[in-house]
Structures are given as C-alpha cells and as structure tokens.
C-alpha cells in the first residue's frame, strides 16, 4: 500500500472522530440537564374546583389520579402554573395572586394514600407540598389518588383573579419528602409520576328576576270561573217585594266577586252603598230596624253590620255571602268570610249604610278565591211604593 493511501485513510479517519464528537456535544446539555428525568404520566387526572369564580378564596380543590408506576411515595407537589402545564417547562410565572397555602388548609376525603398533611414550612402561594404522615410506602401502580383540599369557608384556596381565564397544576410524586422539597418549576429533579392538569375561572351571570305585587279583583252578575275569565254583568234584580221574602239568587242573579294576590299579609273584601230607597230615608243615621221606621221610601236593615234573621212581612234587607268556592290552584280556601256575613241559610243577612265593611278577609295570599253574595229584602204593609235602587261598590285591598 503507498503512503498516499494511507495517509488518506488516516485523514478521513480523523474527520469521522471529529464529527462524532461534536455529535456528542451538541447532545451533551440535554443528557445531562437536571430538568429532563424519566418519570411516567399519571392518568385519570383532574381537578374539581368548588368555584370558578375568578379571586374566589376557599375554594375546595378535589385531586384525583391514578398512579402509573409501582415504587415508595413519600411526598407530592402541585405547582401552580399560569401559563404552562408541561412538566419541567421553566415558564410559570403568572400568579394572578393564585394561593394555595391557607393558615388552616386541610387534606380532606383521602383516598388510596390516607395520611397526607400539608407541609407548611415548605409550601409557598404556588407550590403546595403534602408530605405522608406515615413515610415512604408504595401505594403501587394503576392505584387512584384522592383528596380534597379545604372543607368549610375558612380554609380552601385561593382561584386566580382574571375571568374566563386557563391556569394550570402539574402534580408530582416523589419517593421522598427532600425530592419534593427541592422541587422548582424548572427543576423537578427525580420523582416518581407526574402530569398537568389544565383548569379555568369563568365570568359569574347574574340572573334577576321581578316578582310584582299583584291583585286581581272582579265583580258581576255571572259566575267568573279562574282568574275572572268570565266574569261580566252589572244589575241585579229583586223583583216585586211583598210580604215573601225575595232573593237575587232565585229573582235574577247573585253578586260574585273574585280575588288573587300575592301579597304575602293577605287581602281585605270591603263593600260601601247608601240604603235602598227611593228616598232619604226618615232617620239616615239611626239603626233603622230599631226605629222601625216602616212609612218611608227606605228599607229597613238590622243594627249596622250585624246579623239579621229577616222574617217575612217585616220590612228589612241586607246581603250575606252564601258561598266561597275554591276556583285557583291553591287546596284551601284562604279567604274567610265575615261573621256578620256569612249567611249559614237563607235568611240571614245584614247592611251598614255609607261606611266600608268588611265582608271577607285572609291573611296571606289568595288564588281565584270567589264570595258568593246574595241580596235578600221584604216589605211590609206599609212601605210606600216606588223603585227602591241602590249603588254597592266592592273594595279589594292588600297588604304587603
């Protein structure tokens, strides 16, 4: 072989030797760079949050995994990180005055791994360290891993403060509490298992709603049905009076009045009307049953809204509420009659001239309550002649 041979060998031997080691170094950093360390992922990871709301303070943070690999477990670090969840990622420096560590924070509903404590002294506002109480012992692989951290309002975690915004927590176990310990974002030198786990805050709605006061009050001559739906007509007619005793319900109609309310201290039924007459009547002011007062154009009532058994032939009138049907959708009647008007047959009845009365109350609120009122009036011998009218107007009031 000539020596040009062999020194072209030699040279080509030194080129390949040249490239190898540059080969080696340029590799070098990332073999030997403490932020690179084999570990397996945990699966089935997830965070649930107690509250979204972003600056929320005592939120309860419910940890779960599941191991991945077999081996001694002796402490594990979540890391807060705003803006990463890689594992080893040095980015993490958003806080947006996250805080993990309240002066009373507890490990709650632990499952798989029973005896974690927070490790005070250790953790910081974005590192949470949780150190077995019992030491390193292997909880094996495919194991699940939960726990809840804060359990009242006094001591949970504090949530980010931007709406609508990602953070994340990367989770990793280490064989001993030092490991853990020595932990930096960028530096999460040996452990066992790790994984990210990615969570956001969310705008809070506000929903309103307006509930009015309400008060639906009906009257007429024709049975309303619900919510007065049907309700109409204005006159009622007595007939011709003698010595009998004549009834709006058998002569022409009733009076139905209706009432609805959600004021929550009930409602009150008021009527008012002047006397029937033609004319004034003799005494206006006295009881006119007392005075018994038979010669005028104006009929008799019993003393001012109390009861009166009307007999035949003895001039008198009045009203009396004959029935209060239940027509909403409430079981119970809620609105009562007035003693003095509630007609137990049908010749009970009493008036008050000129003043609101009250006939019918509750107290509280009332659906499509209904008053049956009937009218009754006879005459005497003596009464005059002459259209006998009168005007009733009906009240409804509640109080809220």
Request: charged share 15%; net charge negative.
């Amino acid at each position: 072989m000539s020596n040009q041979t062999t020194a072209l060998r030699l040279r080509d031997r030194m080129v390949w030797m040249t490239v190898a080691a540059l080969l080696v170094a340029s590799f070098l950093p990332f073999l030997t760079s403490s932020h690179i360390v084999s570990a397996a992922e945990v699966q089935n990871r997830s965070i649930t949050i107690s509250s979204s709301e972003s600056g929320a303070t005592d939120v309860e943070y419910a940890v779960s995994f599941d191991t991945a690999t077999a081996g001694n477990v002796e402490a594990l670090v979540l890391q807060y990180c705003g803006t990463s969840p890689i594992i080893g990622d040095v980015s993490c420096s958003d806080t947006r005055s996250f805080d993990w560590v309240d002066a009373s924070l507890t490990v709650n509903s632990q499952v798989g791994i029973t005896d974690w404590a927070v490790d005070a002294a250790n953790s910081s506002s974005t590192k949470l360290i949780l150190s077995r109480t019992g030491g390193p012992a292997d909880p094996g692989a495919s194991t699940t891993i939960s726990f809840t951290l804060g359990s009242s309002s006094t001591d949970g975690v504090t949530n980010p403060i931007t709406d609508n915004s990602a953070f994340y927590v990367r989770a990793l176990t280490y064989a001993t509490d030092a490991g853990a310990i020595a932990y930096t974002p960028g530096t999460p030198g040996t452990h066992v298992d790790d994984g990210g786990i990615a969570l956001s805050t969310a705008e809070l709605i506000d929903i309103a709603a307006r509930v009015q006061e309400r008060l639906t009050f009906c009257v007429g001559t024709t049975d309303p049905g619900a919510a007065c739906a049907g309700i109409s007509g204005n006159s009622v007619d007595l007939g011709v009076l003698s010595s009998s005793i004549n009834l709006a319900s058998t002569e022409s109609t009733p009076i139905y009045a209706q009432v609805s309310t959600n004021a929550n201290s009930g409602v009150s039924v008021q009527y008012i009307a002047d006397h029937l007459d033609v004319s004034a009547c003799v005494d206006a002011d006295a009881d006119k049953q007392t005075n018994d007062t038979k010669t005028d154009q104006c009929l008799n009532h019993e003393a001012d809204g109390v009861t009166n058994t009307i007999a035949g032939g003895d001039e008198q009138w009045g009203i009396g509420i004959t029935a209060h049907p239940e027509d909403g959708t409430e079981t119970t009647d809620a609105l009562t009659p007035v003693t003095a008007y509630d007609s137990n047959g049908t010749t009970e009845f009493s008036f008050a001239p000129n003043v609101a009365t009250q006939i019918a109350s509750s107290t509280g609120v009332v659906d499509s309550e209904q008053l049956t009122i009937d009218v009754a009036a006879t005459s005497s011998l003596t009464t005059p002649t002459g259209l006998y009218t009168t005007t009733m107007t009906f009240i409804a009031t509640s109080t809220f």
